[in-house]
């Protein structure tokens, strides 16, 4: 909000507000929330129909508390758009990261030096058995 510098609408404002308009703060951060809700309740329960109901009840919030600040006269309606830009942004950012750990075993603990070397002579014995070069 600092770089933009935008004041808020002065025309008839139902609220005061002291910090600058854009973007919307209350847009990005609860198009964040209710985006990680949905999110996180297709992974949990991995239901379609209460992942669809989550999904139509944070759609409802979402557009609701957008269309309350417009209907304060504590934003612009770009202001409410640039908001929903940097919460997708923020929200696909964050899960192709988490993701990225995942497809790469980020977050499993690298093995110690032993455990390195007891993997390489069980794969050793193993080729060798295979080819029998080594029986046991």
Do not use: D, Q
């Given at each position: 909000k600092t770089i933009f510098n935008r004041p808020r609408p002065q025309i008839y404002p139902l609220i005061i507000e002291s910090s600058k308009s854009f973007p919307s703060g209350?847009?990005?951060?609860?198009?964040?929330?209710?985006?990680?809700?949905?999110?996180?309740?297709?992974?949990?329960?991995?239901?379609?129909?209460?992942?669809?109901i989550a999904g139509c009840f944070s759609t409802l919030i979402v557009a609701l508390i957008s269309f309350s600040r417009i209907y304060l006269g504590a934003h612009y309606l770009s202001d409410i758009l640039a908001g929903?830009?940097?919460g997708f942004w923020w929200i696909t950012t964050v899960l192709s990261v988490a993701y990225t750990m995942?497809?790469?075993?980020?977050?499993?603990?690298?093995?110690?030096?032993?455990?390195?070397?007891?993997?390489?002579?069980?794969?050793l014995i193993n080729i060798l058995c295979r080819h029998q070069i080594l029986q046991l």
């Open positions: 209350h847009a990005m951060n609860n198009l964040i929330f209710y985006s990680l809700l949905v999110f996180l309740t297709y992974h949990l329960s991995k239901s379609k129909k209460l992942t669809f929903y830009i940097v995942i497809l790469f075993n980020l977050f499993m603990p690298k093995p110690t030096l032993t455990e390195r070397i007891i993997a390489f002579f069980k794969k």
